[in-house]
């Protein structure tokens, strides 16, 4: 079966380069977002994609058809961009980045005024000027400039964390620090974001002319190295990055690769312990995080999976911090409305100062559950069948179909969707047992399987 690896979801547009993702495609894409921001200054950023220059081109010249200035920042870390569109009084913004997908991949971010990803109505706007042409096609006349600024994002990212962190009391414990870019955006710019917070830091993977040299996404059996390079070196802590540096994973000081979940956990319990607030996560988000909010008397609610989806509902409840656990995004509001892995590094450097206490005990601290995660390819038009043989499987206290199907049960939960960036059917399960874990995760695989899954 031929798969069709162009997906339009809640971010943006994103699909393999080259048959599907095409230099014409982006171009005509930057001219509809041209047309509907308006004239004036846009901001273009990338990864570090081999594909990352050609579109980066195709783009400028969509948006300089289309009436706007493009302002190219080089490259930069999707949340540095986002709020370098916010604060810099431009119209809108572009990140040419897949983020944790493969480098065959590539995709187009889009971001308005406000640095944030469009929301429901602007998304939709958007899509029927693409899909129709309705391009402004500007004179010679109207034809705007190109200007770069390579180095005052930094200042301003950077800027923007500092005042939320004690800074002095983190350069005090001069804490040896891992740092593992995947030769992505973050390369250049982890090691100077954590050498200003007075860490001495054992960095790898941060050239970004080199091709990716593990599995973009941090997950843990691509962390090897980092773990090694934590126990040799002997750091307090190692973190890792995706392409973009909006994913974040977390390594203690014994080697061990913390879940996703438990650094979200962990950065909740941070922002709640000085600032009570209501708590967005995704619906794939642990139970942990109800528990640790439970403490304070806040409230936990939840967002479809994907960052705009948790960012739209963070606005409208007014928020104080939320994320995606099952992705390592930490979204704290009081710097930016979006995931950003540097916020992360520095609310658990923040933590681990404040508290004096290794990284491996704060977090054997947080309350325990055990997840499991995995994802078939499937047949999309039998989606209602595979989700509607779930409640016939299990037996639920609850269902939530905002985001595929969601099981609530007496002893755990059960989440399957289809993904928002690659033909395929995620799920995610949890259970206060290993052993329940494992049971469920062997019968959601065999039903999904048998199910043409």
Not at 38 to 49: C, L
Not at 161 to 183: E, M, Q
Not at 308 to 321: E, H, K, P, R, W
Request: charged share 25%.
């Amino acid at each position: 079966m031929r798969v069709h690896k162009l997906k339009i979801g809640v971010s943006g547009i994103r699909g393999e380069v080259g048959e599907f993702l095409t230099p014409a495609l982006a171009c005509a894409f930057a001219q509809a977002f041209a047309t509907y921001t308006g004239p004036g200054r846009v901001v273009v950023g990338r990864d570090t994609r081999p594909s990352g220059p050609m579109l980066e081109h195709a783009v400028a010249c969509g948006l300089l058809a289309g009436g706007c200035d493009v302002v190219l920042v080089g490259v930069y870390p999707t949340p540095t961009i986002q709020i370098y569109v916010a604060s810099t009084d431009a119209c809108g913004g572009l990140a040419i980045t897949a983020s944790h997908n493969p480098a065959e991949y590539n995709a187009l971010k889009l971001f308005n005024r406000q640095g944030l990803f469009f929301n429901t109505y602007e998304r939709s706007e958007l899509l029927d000027l693409y899909h129709q042409s309705a391009f402004r096609h500007v004179s010679n006349a109207e034809i705007g400039h190109v200007e770069t600024d390579t180095d005052r994002p930094f200042h301003l990212h950077l800027g923007r964390i500092l005042p939320h962190i004690d800074s002095n009391r983190i350069r005090n414990r001069r804490y040896r620090v891992a740092v593992d870019a995947v030769n992505g955006a973050a390369s250049l710019w982890s090691p100077r974001f954590l050498e200003a917070l007075g860490c001495e830091v054992a960095a790898i993977h941060v050239d970004p002319d080199r091709p990716f040299p593990r599995l973009p996404e941090p997950k843990p059996e691509a962390l090897d190295e980092l773990r090694r390079t934590v126990i040799e070196q002997k750091c307090a802590v190692g973190f890792a990055q995706d392409p973009d540096a909006d994913r974040l994973a977390v390594v203690d000081e014994t080697g061990q690769v913390l879940d996703g979940d438990d650094v979200l956990a962990l950065v909740v319990d941070t922002v709640l312990q000085r600032q009570r607030g209501n708590v967005v996560v995704n619906l794939s988000t642990s139970s942990a995080i109800d528990d640790v909010a439970r403490r304070y008397g806040c409230r936990v609610l939840r967002a479809p999976v994907g960052e705009a989806n948790v960012v739209q509902l963070m606005q409208a409840t007014q928020a104080v911090i939320g994320g995606e656990g099952s992705n390592g995004g930490v979204i704290y509001p009081s710097v930016h409305l979006c995931r950003d892995s540097f916020t992360g590094m520095a609310l658990i450097l923040d933590r681990m100062a404040a508290s004096d206490l290794p990284l491996s005990e704060l977090a054997r601290q947080l309350p325990r559950y055990f997840r499991r995660a995995g994802a078939v390819e499937f047949e999309h038009e039998r989606l209602g069948e595979l989700l509607q043989r779930l409640p016939e499987r299990f037996r639920a206290t609850a269902i939530d179909r905002s985001d595929g199907i969601k099981l609530i049960l007496s002893d755990g939960w059960i989440h399957v969707r289809p993904s928002n960036t690659e033909p395929v059917l995620r799920f995610a399960l949890e259970a206060r047992e290993p052993q329940r874990s494992e049971e469920l995760y062997g019968e959601v695989l065999e039903l999904l399987s048998s199910s043409g899954g």
